[in-house]
């Protein structure tokens, strides 16, 4: 069964950084692509950040280029998040997600894994 657990989320004033963390388990993720979503208060979810298998492709909303960065170990089945320049808007909860090889836009839709999501507030 795989299982996605994020961690690192918390309470940050405006300006200040975060890195969650997001362990996968439960079957071989070779190949696959890690991504990050959010969801704010009242809000859909929305698309943040995805990586490729080989790290060698990144993909970022538009509203957190420049500021957040997506890495991953494939050592430790893990993916990151650093979260640097934090705003207001930027609160909200934190989903990590797998999905199958990809290109382009189609990494940013069809997730198949989802964690349970970790909680990022921004204080102003």
């Known amino acids: 069964q795989v299982q996605l657990v994020e961690s690192g989320g918390g309470l940050v004033q405006a300006g200040g950084s975060l890195r969650l963390s997001c362990a996968a388990s439960?079957?071989?993720?070779?190949?696959?692509?890690m991504g990050w979503f959010r969801q704010a208060l009242g809000k859909e979810r929305e698309f943040v950040a995805a990586?490729?298998?080989?790290?060698?492709?990144?993909y970022y909303a538009d509203s957190v280029k420049g500021r957040f960065t997506i890495s991953r170990d494939n050592a430790k089945n893990t993916v990151y998040l650093q979260m640097n320049s934090l705003k207001p808007e930027d609160t909200a909860v934190y989903y990590c997600?797998?999905?199958?090889?990809?290109?382009?836009?189609?990494?940013?839709?069809?997730?198949?894994?989802w964690g349970q999501g970790t909680q990022v507030t921004v204080s102003s």
């Open positions: 997600a797998v999905r199958g090889d990809c290109s382009g836009y189609g990494c940013y839709i069809g997730y198949e894994y």
């Open positions: 439960g079957r071989t993720f070779s190949g696959y692509v």
């Open positions: 990586i490729s298998w080989s790290a060698g492709s990144t």
